[in-house]
C-alpha cells in the first residue's frame, strides 16, 4: 500500500490533528513501517495453528475479597474542606 500525502491529511483530520514538513513525513514514514510490519505479519504461515483466547493458563488467580476496615468515617472526614455531621459537602454541579 502506497502512503501519499492526501492519505497523511485525511488520517490526521480524522484524528484532528496537523502536521507540516518534517513532520508530515515522519508519520508518513511510521505508517510505511506500521503497513511494512502487518505485511510480514501475514507472510507468516499460521496453517494448524489454533487461535490464542486466553494468555496464560490461569484459572481465577485473584485474591479473596475480604472486606476490612482500613479507616473509620471520622477520620476520613477529619481533613474534608466541607462536612455535613456523617458526609462530605460538594459544591452542586448539576441544576434542575
Given at each position: 500500500?502506497?502512503?501519499k500525502d492526501?492519505?497523511?491529511d485525511h488520517?490526521a483530520?480524522l484524528?484532528?490533528?496537523?502536521?507540516?514538513?518534517?513532520?508530515?513525513?515522519a508519520?508518513?514514514?511510521?505508517?510505511?513501517?506500521?503497513?511494512?510490519f502487518?505485511?510480514?505479519?501475514?507472510?507468516v504461515?499460521t496453517?494448524?495453528v489454533?487461535?490464542l483466547i486466553?494468555?496464560t493458563?490461569?484459572?481465577n488467580v485473584?485474591?479473596?475479597?475480604?472486606?476490612?476496615?482500613?479507616?473509620?468515617?471520622?477520620?476520613?472526614?477529619k481533613?474534608?474542606?466541607?462536612?455535613?455531621s456523617d458526609?462530605?459537602?460538594?459544591?452542586?454541579v448539576?441544576s434542575?
Amino acid at each position: 500500500m502506497e502512503i501519499k500525502d492526501e492519505l497523511v491529511d485525511h488520517i490526521a483530520h480524522l484524528a484532528r490533528l496537523e502536521f507540516e514538513g518534517e513532520k508530515k513525513e515522519a508519520i508518513k514514514a511510521d505508517l510505511i513501517k506500521m503497513i511494512d510490519f502487518v505485511d510480514q505479519l501475514n507472510q507468516v504461515d499460521t496453517e494448524g495453528v489454533e487461535p490464542l483466547i486466553f494468555m496464560t493458563d490461569s484459572i481465577n488467580v485473584l485474591r479473596e475479597d475480604v472486606a476490612k476496615v482500613t479507616i473509620t468515617q471520622e477520620e476520613a472526614l477529619k481533613n474534608a474542606p466541607n462536612k455535613d455531621s456523617d458526609y462530605f459537602k460538594i459544591a452542586k454541579v448539576l441544576s434542575k
